[in-house]
């Protein structure tokens, strides 16, 4: 497996208050992802890295922010949570072709009271 | 714009069927394709993958997928169904440069094994 941790595993948090997740990585890939993924909506992207400091916005990025600051560790944060972000949430890496497959972390499942 | 089509949010099967999940696609160039399995409370891991090349392409657990360019189609199949193999499962292309980064998946497709 690759060697890919989220933390914390399982969150309950307050609306409006801020909350981050983290994703490490012990496998030196350069692409990183954050995917949120809901019923009936599959796995949707919120942000991803393509090296340390350089990052950019998904289809979902709205209301999320993400900072790399060394390769192996990719933060989300939700700046002040709202219900609707109640969700799960994997972090993902690849070395970052069209062709290479990602890996996927355990997930977070964080819901928003 | 690259997408993907899982048509059917559920199947069911009964133990030893045949397993098909279909998968179609759009993409304006040649595309690399993917399959995915979720167990339950876990993260996705590859079954399979298509890189143009060999149109049918083998992976884990007994799944095989075909790609059918003239359908724009990449279906899973498997001959037996096991217990085992009740999951989710995502079809998912490659996309390169734009702001949607490297993968779009599917909805996903969650499969029952019937004694």
């Known amino acids: 497996d690759a060697g890919i941790t989220q933390s914390p595993r399982h969150k309950v948090t307050e609306t409006g208050t801020p909350v981050t997740l983290r994703c490490h990585q012990t496998?030196?890939?350069?692409?990183m992802y954050w995917y949120r993924q809901d019923p009936g909506h599959g796995l949707r992207l919120i942000h991803y890295?393509?090296?340390?400091?350089?990052?950019d916005k998904g289809e979902v990025s709205d209301g999320y922010s993400v900072s790399r600051s060394k390769t192996e560790d990719f933060l989300l944060t939700l700046e002040s949570a709202t219900s609707s972000q109640t969700s799960v949430y994997f972090c993902?890496?690849?070395?970052?072709?069209?062709?290479?497959?990602?890996?996927f972390g355990p997930g977070t499942r964080l819901t928003v009271l | 714009a690259q997408s993907v089509t899982q048509l059917g949010s559920h199947v069911s099967v009964s133990e030893g069927a045949l397993v098909l999940l279909r998968c179609n696609y759009s993409?304006?160039?040649?595309?690399?394709l993917f399959w995915y399995v979720q167990y339950p409370n876990q993260g996705l891991q590859l079954l399979l993958k298509?890189?143009?090349?060999?149109?049918l392409v083998k992976g884990i657990n007994g799944f095989e997928a075909e790609f059918k360019k003239s359908e724009t189609s990449f279906h899973l199949t498997k001959p037996s169904a096991h217990m085992s193999d009740a999951a989710e499962y995502f079809c998912?292309?490659?996309?390169?440069?734009?702001?949607?980064?490297?993968?779009?998946f599917g909805k996903g497709t969650k499969l029952s094994v019937k004694p």
């Open positions: 993902a890496i690849s070395e970052g072709t069209s062709f290479d497959e990602q890996f």
């Open positions: 998912a292309v490659s996309v390169w440069g734009g702001s949607q980064g490297n993968l779009i």
């Open positions: 890295s393509y090296g340390v400091k350089d990052t």
């Open positions: 298509y890189t143009s090349a060999a149109t």
């Open positions: 993409s304006s160039v040649p595309p690399y």
């Open positions: 496998e030196n890939h350069r692409y």
